[in-house]
């Protein structure tokens, strides 16, 4: 079956500090590829997506980039900031069917 | 827009009680989910409706959880009766199937505690 296996956390990192969260998968076929933030007391928010080999996923200064040589979609800032604390979840979803989550990583970033 | 709507956000309830949780998805969005998610975990799929129809159940313990998908739109999900184990964020959430893989939308979940 298909899995996601996360870097394990936490992680603590200063202010402007460059973010890397690794994130490697297993799946049959081309799944997309997704990061999720969940901040507390909320549900998961979608940050970013990429839906085929190479294509790199970007938003609100985070990027992954989906690499199916080595079945990976690390997610990296280059600078963080401490409203980025959250916990971060990566996934993977084929076209037909339900997503995969892997078990979330948490961030604390420090003044 | 109105993302996912859940409620309640909080449930505390006894052993052996029977408990509800409703969900409005995003308005247009054809597929349901709910899923669970323990406290350090990711979230683990309960089921899935496509419309109306369950097309996912498989990871529904369905000796005590049920659902239903009313007109293909709101969703309730019930656990009767509610064991110590279930204790638990659950979490709602809806996309668009078959328009491309946009990712999901999730409520702010229910936080059960069962006592």
């Known amino acids: 079956g298909n899995s996601v296996t996360q870097m394990e956390g936490p992680v603590t990192l200063s202010e402007e500090a460059f973010l890397t969260i690794n994130c490697t998968y297993t799946a049959t076929g081309y799944p997309s590829l997704f990061w999720y933030v969940q901040y507390p007391g909320e549900g998961l928010q979608l940050l970013l997506k990429?839906?085929?080999?190479?294509d790199k996923g970007s938003n609100k200064g985070f990027e992954a980039t989906y690499r199916k040589e080595t079945t990976s979609f690390h997610l990296e800032k280059g600078s963080v900031q401490v409203s980025d604390s959250a916990v971060y979840f990566c996934a993977l979803k084929p076209n037909a069917g339900k997503s995969t989550f892997g078990d979330g990583t948490t961030l604390t970033v420090k003044p | 827009e109105a993302g996912v709507v859940q409620s309640p956000r909080y449930k505390i309830i006894e052993k052996k009680q029977p408990v509800a949780f409703w969900c409005n998805p995003i308005s247009g969005h054809n597929t349901l989910y709910w899923y669970r998610q323990n406290l350090g975990q990711g979230p683990e799929l309960l089921i899935r409706?496509?419309?109306?129809?369950?097309?996912?159940d498989s990871q529904l313990p369905k000796d005590r959880f049920s659902a239903e998908r009313l007109k293909g739109v709101d969703s309730t999900l019930k656990i009767q009766p509610a064991e110590l184990g279930d204790s638990a964020v659950y979490l709602c959430?809806?996309?668009?199937?078959?328009?491309?893989?946009?990712?999901?939308?999730f409520g702010s979940g229910t936080r059960l505690t069962v006592v």
């Open positions: 409706y496509e419309n109306e129809e369950a097309v996912d």
């Open positions: 990429a839906t085929k080999a190479d």
């Open positions: 959430a809806s996309s668009l199937e078959g328009q491309g893989n946009y990712g999901y939308t």
